[in-house]
């Protein structure tokens, strides 16, 4: 038989749990994560105390009560997005383009853009317990995806200085805002910091953390991952919004001039970031949100799709998993494509004022999505509930949402799997940019050799060159590149 705890004052009887925090947790129905005390060290105890005491008890137990009694509530009817809120490819005209790209060019020139990277993930599906930006995915260069990301910024802030009438590159900087979480915070600082941000000034880089969340039983109680901690969980990319709000990141857009933020997933190596033509359509349309979509590939792709809420209702996104697979291959008899085609892939940009509105949104309502894992526990392992939000939770909020097809070979290329699965590995995603970079070689009048099939290997330009195959007929016309190889000043 186990012996009891010894006290703080060194006596023999266990003491009891501090009776006020004892009080509150009964309250919300938690009072079993003291179910353990008796078992517990002073040191242990503490540990306990000090967890309990660090959670916001009263959100948190708004929170669990309405995402249970949200589960099962009947789902507003979809339809597809109208025609008139996306710019499709073949209906963009080359004017149209250039007239963003200046538009855009000017807003990031006076400083009215923010780039918000979500970085939170490690890279265990890719074999690596690094920050997902970290990873190398095989370019003759060998930059991290956060090496090539830093590298279009300061591309872009080079092309709005050269279009201003400054003319100097270094007037304009875009502020970067990048959400870690507790398992990747440290060595994403470190790793910017040991790379000298890859050209950034240190002081234009934010970094702020996601936040975490209790996991839950199926009746909303703290599951406990050892007898003094509870166990918790990332509060999904979506935790982005609160994480600005709590952060005060919001008020410090607002202070620095910022009307517009650039809000990406790290996994992505064709990602544009900060582009001048998406930013300017984004101005032009007066919306209060917008996204990058691609075309869906085929009806059982998993990917969300765009869709619109009821009759007149919002936009928003809706995932594979909840799409009735009849509506998923429904045809638009008179444009031949799936009726639901627009998938979303986390390319968004937003109005900080609509930023304010959605952290305020979704604080009030407080619906979190519900996803059923085995959560590490006392008992080993339990099955229970995380609780997360995602970036697309903003989109129910938006008076007015605007779309923007690209083709999906030219800025997507995730790296979500391993090599050697199926899809979404870095090798996939190394051909996809060598492949892009090769084709803006040739259209600028250069010429490749390659000792291997040329569907295997390719061209990388540097961002330091040209940020979407612009001015490179100066360094390409004319000359021969043997591929694989860096294209770069």
Known sequence: MKEPAETNNGGALPSL????????????GQEDVFALWDELSPGERELLVKDIESLDLPRLNRIIRCSLRSQGLPVAAIEPVPENTVSTVEERTIEEKERWWKMGLKAISNGKLAV????????????????????NIGLPSGKSLFQLQAERILCVQRLAAQASSEGSGSS??????IMT???TDDSTRIFFENHKYFGLEADQVTFFQQGTIPCISKDGRFIMETPFRVAKAPDGNGGVYSALKYSKLL?????????????????NALVRVADPVFLGYFIDKGVAAAAKVVRKAYPQEKVGVFVRQGKGGPVIVVEYSELDQSLASAINQQTGRLRFCWSNVCLHMFSLDFLNQVANGLEKDSIYHLAEKRIPSIHGGTMGLKLEQFIFDAFPYAPSTALFEVPREEEFAPVKNANGSNYDTPESARLLVLRLHSRWVVAAGGFLTHSVPLYATGVEVSPTCSYAGENLEAICRGRTFHAPCEITF
């Open 251 to 267: 008020e410090d857009m607002a202070s620095r001039g910022i009307k517009y933020v650039d809000c990406y997933g790290v996994d």
């Open 172 to 177: 304009v900087l875009i502020h970067c805002y």
């Open 181 to 183: 979480s507790r398992f």
């Open 17 to 28: 749990p501090p009776q006020a925090l004892l009080e509150r947790l009964k309250d919300y």
């Open 116 to 135: 918000v990277l979500l970085s939170g993930g490690q890279g265990t599906r890719l074999g690596s317990s690094d920050p997902k930006g970290c990873f």
